[in-house]
């Protein structure tokens, strides 16, 4: 079983539409989360990262982490074509702190229709 | 810019030959990484490296094999090439330390025929 799991596979909304990503850990060992992002023929980039429960917002994109149930979702507002991409969760390790070391979840593919 | 430099962009290679991925950046850091992206896994996390030290190996076989000439460099030796082998194989950065974000290049595709 993978320690990063996320939904939906695939995801489209609207131009102007919210997109919502969710992810969850099996491993509480990893309860550092990170959200990447991926265009086509590119690196992953990261978009943000959440450590603490609640919310945190950067421009259109607000994370929320749930440390009891180690889930943390995603939430794009104002979707643009641009924000189409491949969208990881990548969770760090507690334990070791070892930052570079990150898993990552399957990736939820978004697709925003003009 | 890219701040991190991969060669080549996409590597052909037959079964059992051995070839070399580059990398090197200039984002400052002292921590990187090699990464493997295969069809239908997930981004898989191979070696992390910091102040050119291998510091954690995640990978089952000896034929990957990291090389670090310089302190803003980490390429990456495979040997014996197997099929099972072709993905993308990203390398990433960071500064060293808990929770600072990874850089990532544009990856090398490999391919093994």
């Known amino acids: 079983q993978q320690k990063v799991q996320q939904s939906p596979e695939s995801l489209s909304v609207p131009e102007g539409g919210m997109a919502s990503l969710n992810c969850t850990s099996s491993?509480?060992?990893?309860?550092y989360f990170w959200w990447y992002r991926q265009h086509s023929g590119e690196g992953p980039k990261a978009l943000m990262?959440?450590?603490?429960?609640g919310d945190k917002k950067e421009g259109r994109f607000t994370a929320h982490l749930n440390k009891a149930s180690l889930h943390v979702s995603l939430h794009i507002r104002d979707s643009q074509p641009s924000d189409s991409a491949l969208y990881f969760c990548?969770?760090?390790?507690?334990?070791?702190?070892?930052?570079?070391?990150?898993?990552f979840g399957l990736g939820t593919t978004l697709q925003v229709q003009p | 810019d890219p701040k991190i430099i991969q060669k080549p962009k996409y590597l052909v290679a037959v079964t059992g030959s051995e070839k070399i991925l580059i990398c090197e950046q200039y984002?400052?850091?002292?921590?990187m990484y090699w990464y493997r992206q295969s069809a239908k896994k997930p981004l898989e996390f191979m070696f992390s490296?910091?102040?050119?030290?291998?510091?954690d190996n995640q990978t089952a076989s000896s034929r990957f094999q990291p090389q670090s000439s310089k302190k803003n460099h980490l390429d990456l030796q495979i040997t014996a090439l197997k099929p099972d082998d072709s993905a993308t194989y990203f390398c990433?950065?960071?500064?060293?330390?808990?929770?600072?974000?990874?850089?990532f290049g544009k990856g090398t595709r490999l391919t093994v025929v």
């Open positions: 990433a950065s960071s500064h060293p330390g808990q929770n600072t974000e990874v850089f």
């Open positions: 984002l400052g850091h002292n921590a």
């Open positions: 490296y910091s102040y050119q030290k291998l510091m």
């Open positions: 491993d509480r060992n990893f309860q």
């Open positions: 990262s959440i450590f603490s429960d």
């Open positions: 990548a969770a760090s390790d507690l334990i070791t702190g070892n930052t570079g070391k990150l898993i």
